[in-house]
T-cell receptor, first 116, second 115 residues
């Protein structure tokens, strides 16, 4: 069965610093997709970044990058130059096909707090 | 595009009442997902559709829950009868398998409170 594990319930970082949010996954499928979503206190789910299992390069989207280590089954989110607006809950998710048309399994989330 | 639209945004009802949550996916998307978020269980898939056909409903808690997608622009999630443990935020999401950017677009959610 597929599983997503986020071991950090909470992370604290100073503004302008980089932060890494951990995510490990477990699957026996050879192809899959990994997603990160941000959920601010207002409750909406905001897509951040996607990595397909066959993608050779780590995904990047602006200040977000995904440190994908396939052999270790990890897909850590790196946020560079943190901003106060980055304070939110962050969810790692996996789908069993490397596309958006897949049911997602979510981790428990990590709460990120950015201070000035 | 207006994004995924859900209604109502908030629903408060009494135990035993029927509750209907509604979702309008992004036009042209061929996948629609219903997720539920609770403190205890986190975010979990309830059911998803492809081209209006239910593909996987294994996450539907029990027979009290039902979902339909009568056409490509509308889906409902019904709970009858509702129970206090159904209190949660229910998200609808849609996706296009052919899209360049792999993103599931989430609606704003419906916060359901069952008293």
């Amino acid at each position: 069965a597929q599983k997503i594990t986020q071991t950090q319930p909470g992370m604290f970082v100073q503004e302008k610093e980089a932060v890494t949010l951990d995510c490990t996954y477990d699957t026996s499928d050879p192809s899959y997709g990994l997603f990160w979503y941000k959920q601010p206190s207002s409750g909406e789910m905001i897509f951040l970044i996607y990595q397909g299992s066959y993608d050779q390069q780590n995904a990047t989207e602006g200040r977000y990058s995904l440190n994908f280590q396939k052999a270790r089954k990890s897909a850590n989110l790196v946020i560079s130059a943190s901003q106060l607006g980055d304070s939110a809950m962050y969810f790692c998710a996996m789908g069993n096909i490397p596309q958006a048309g897949t049911a997602l399994i979510f981790g428990k989330g990590t709460t990120l707090s950015v201070s000035s | 595009d207006a994004g995924v639209i859900q209604s109502p945004r908030h629903e408060v009802t009494e135990m035993g009442q029927e509750v209907t949550l509604r979702c309008k996916p992004i036009s042209g998307h061929d996948y629609l997902f219903w997720y539920r978020q609770t403190m205890m269980r986190g975010l979990e898939l309830l059911i998803y559709f492809n081209n209006n056909v239910p593909i996987d409903d294994s996450g539907m808690p029990e027979d009290r829950f039902s979902a339909k997608m009568p056409n490509a622009s509308f889906s409902t999630l019904k709970i009858q009868p509702s129970e206090p443990r159904d209190s949660a935020v229910y998200f609808c999401a849609s996706a296009d398998r052919g899209q360049l950017r792999n993103e599931q677009f989430f609606g704003p959610g419906t916060r359901l409170t069952v008293l």
